[in-house]
């Protein structure tokens, strides 16, 4: 087509019958979000009471409502959007317009995001990421029709693919779906069961331990699930104390099953509320992943910027075979993770087919790891000296709860001489794998061609014994997460750095 033709088959931008608005609803979530924004009126609330002026509060959170929403309505007013043959054009703003053109080829991904009260509407969130500035979402679009929405991201996927597709209008249907994608992982009602049973959290204990202290006026009774006594109290009430108290052992052990009810219902409800619905999709570019319960999510993980995976389990999930399978990606996720979970909880034969998206395999069951020294559990040891020591000078002064110092120095050295056995890697040829962990096993997948960079390290320790550590450099996924293969001869670290710098300059 001639530049002329194309020029004459794209809508013209100054024709005000092209663009569009979001969604009217837009107003009715302006209206949800006034809940947490009108925390910060509270300061100005107590203000008016401490100097007796009462009567003046309802006028102002009445000014403070009507306030917002005219805002709202402006913003509303003041933003538009237009959808070209090859670019979406945002317009923004009140005072200060802002003119945003984002072309389709610098589009990454298309994310669609439902809340609650957004599902009850029928919109979503559309966020468009670029890569550009490192920024989460180079552009959005708050509230537009489901359908709009679903069409809009079938109209970039299909300008990406080579494919003719025609501008989205707000009202459109939904678009029918690409040939080739297909279902690769799903989790129904009962899985999420099962991996929620799997998923016991303590840390629900503290909060709620904490809320009850916070509560405790509040409540029509005097109770704490660590107590057993407040069971025996609670017996009482129905004439049962006597009994209980001749049978001691049962308040202890409504004490241990609230313990367990709490953490298992924690766990539970977190699966169910994060990955309700769970659905992974192989489409032509890219890995889709919808879940969520309230907030319903829609992001994607392109294949070819997938750097690395990595399978979790535990070291009680590992007895049966149950895993969690995160893909490090150059993408966000819409979620602000940079480890995608696009697998949370299933048994090795359906993370494989996963895996084979993505050009990355498990090891065999036959391969031959190799360990890392037992070097590593030097810093363990000294923690563990230090902690005997620290209790034996306690016990010199009398204080006889210092014996808790040798006992736990005991307990840090074991566990530090026993985790250095799971250090171990092994090279695949197209890729390394790095095991470690026996509390958490974690699995690093990474192939050579994801490694940017490969830092050959010694020390004052490694350095007499001939070890050295390797540490990757490769881009993408948490801050916190570096890749590594720790006290390794260093002949064979030297020979391994210098196979996967090859592998990447043939890339």
Request: no cysteine.
């Amino acid at each position: 087509m001639s530049d002329t033709a194309a020029a004459a088959a794209a809508p013209p931008i100054d024709d005000d019958a092209n663009w569009q608005r979001l969604h009217p609803a837009t107003l009715a979530l302006a209206i949800v979000k006034l809940g947490p924004r009108s925390l910060n009126f509270l300061p100005a609330v107590a203000a008016l009471g401490f100097t007796g002026n009462w009567v003046y509060i309802v006028p102002a959170i009445l000014a403070f409502l009507l306030f917002s929403l005219v805002a709202a309505w402006f913003h509303w007013l003041r933003f538009r959007f237009l959808v070209g043959d090859d670019e979406i054009v945002i317009e923004s703003g009140v005072f200060s317009r802002q003119h945003r053109t984002i072309p389709f080829d610098r589009i990454q991904d298309v994310s669609i995001e439902q809340g609650l009260v957004s599902r009850a509407l029928g919109i979503a969130k559309v966020g468009f990421e670029t890569g550009a500035g490192g920024k989460e979402n180079d552009g959005d679009l708050d509230a537009i029709g489901l359908d709009a929405a679903q069409a809009l991201r079938a109209t970039i996927r299909a300008h990406r693919s080579g494919e003719v597709a025609a501008p989205v209008a707000a009202h459109a249907p939904e678009a029918a779906a690409v040939a080739e994608d297909r279902l690769l992982f799903a989790m129904t009602p009962r899985q999420l069961l099962v991996a929620g049973l799997f998923n016991f959290s303590l840390a629900a204990l503290a909060v709620v331990g904490a809320g009850m202290q916070f509560f405790d006026d509040l409540l029509p009774f005097d109770f704490n699930v660590f107590n057993p006594r407040d069971w025996i109290d609670l017996a009482g009430q129905y004439g049962l104390d006597q009994w209980v108290i001749a049978h001691r052992w049962i308040a202890g052990v409504g004490a241990g099953v609230s313990l367990l009810f709490i953490g298992f219902a924690s766990g539970i409800a977190t699966m169910f509320f994060a990955n309700w619905d769970f659905r992974l999709t192989r489409e032509p570019r890219t890995l889709r992943r919808t879940r969520g319960l309230t907030t319903r999510t829609d992001v994607a993980v392109p294949v070819k910027r997938v750097q690395a995976a990595i399978l979790l389990t535990g070291w009680f999930r590992r007895l049966f075979g149950w895993h969690e399978l995160r893909l490090q990606s150059l993408a966000s996720d819409g979620e602000k993770e940079r480890d995608h979970q696009v697998v949370p909880f299933a048994r090795l034969d359906a993370i494989d087919p996963v895996l084979a998206e993505v050009a990355i395999a498990r090891p065999d069951d036959g391969v031959r790891w190799q360990q890392s020294h037992n070097v590593i559990a030097l810093g363990g040891l000294i923690g563990a000296l230090g902690a005997t020591t620290g209790g034996l000078v306690a016990v010199s002064f009398g204080q006889a709860l210092g014996w808790f110092g040798p006992v736990i120095g005991v307990l840090i050295g074991a566990a530090s001489l026993f985790g250095a056995r799971f250090h171990r890697w092994t090279d695949m040829g197209d890729q390394i794998a790095i095991r470690r962990g026996w509390w958490k096993p974690r699995l690093t997948l990474l192939p050579h061609a994801s490694v940017q960079s490969v830092d050959l390290k010694t020390d004052f320790v490694l350095r007499p014994l001939g070890l050295a550590t390797l540490v990757f450099g490769v881009p993408g996924g948490s801050a916190l997460a570096t890749h590594e293969v720790p006290a390794i001869p260093l002949a064979t670290a030297q020979e391994l750095r210098h196979r996967i710098l090859a592998a990447g300059l043939r890339r």
